[in-house]
């Protein structure tokens, strides 16, 4: 048998006691449930930041696809057509295409000249005459590149003149032919646009 506890020690067991029974609450009932509010608090807080910038796209939403109905419908009247902000910036569009597919096709661009822009009902025709040398395959390969490419360019009034090179290539007939070209090219902007 054990000698009785003095009272002193007795309180201060109990006390012990109750103070392990109270942390073993606090640890095994009330820390987590701290635990889980605060990481209840933080995703709540999460879910609203995200709520609100859905709420902010939902308000946005309208207006967005308007803009984007509006911009599809300017490039279903943009297709094909030049774009530019004056009729001088899209002749030189033009111009720049025209070298680049004649210094493709190792040919020589001789002049180019802006003509004057025309109405054509709703539409603006912007014209450039150009003079070219080259020689029949050339002149394939850059009248081909001209028209094939977008936006739309249309070629008129094509004349014609062979030249004769003195030196020819027996093994290639037409390696001396040199075919001196004038050429209208033009394409349309959308006037009413």
Do not use: W
């Not at 000698?3 to 109750?18: D, E, G, K, N, Q």
């Amino acid at each position: 048998m054990m000698p009785p506890l003095s009272p002193p020690f007795h309180r201060a067991l109990a006390l012990a006691i109750l103070g392990a029974l109270l942390l073993g609450c606090y640890y095994a009932v009330i820390q987590p449930l701290i635990d889980a509010y605060a990481t209840d608090r933080t995703t709540v807080a999460q879910l609203q930041g995200v709520l609100a910038r859905y709420q902010h796209a939902a308000r946005e939403l309208p207006t967005q696809q308007g803009e984007l109905a509006a911009l599809k419908q300017r490039q279903e009247n943009a297709d094909g057509f030049l774009q530019g902000s004056s009729d001088t910036l899209i002749a030189a569009q033009i111009q720049n295409r025209i070298k680049a597919s004649v210094d493709a096709a190792k040919a020589e661009l001789k002049s180019s000249q802006v003509l004057p822009a025309e109405r054509d009902g709703k539409l603006k025709r912007i014209a450039v005459r150009d003079q070219v040398s080259a020689t029949t395959a050339d002149l394939l390969a850059i009248f081909h590149d001209l028209e094939a490419q977008s936006p739309l360019l249309f070629l008129d009034n094509v004349t014609m003149q062979v030249r004769l090179m003195a030196l020819r290539d027996r093994n290639d007939p037409g390696s001396g032919e040199v075919i001196d070209v004038q050429f209208d090219v033009y394409g349309y902007t959308n006037a009413s646009g």
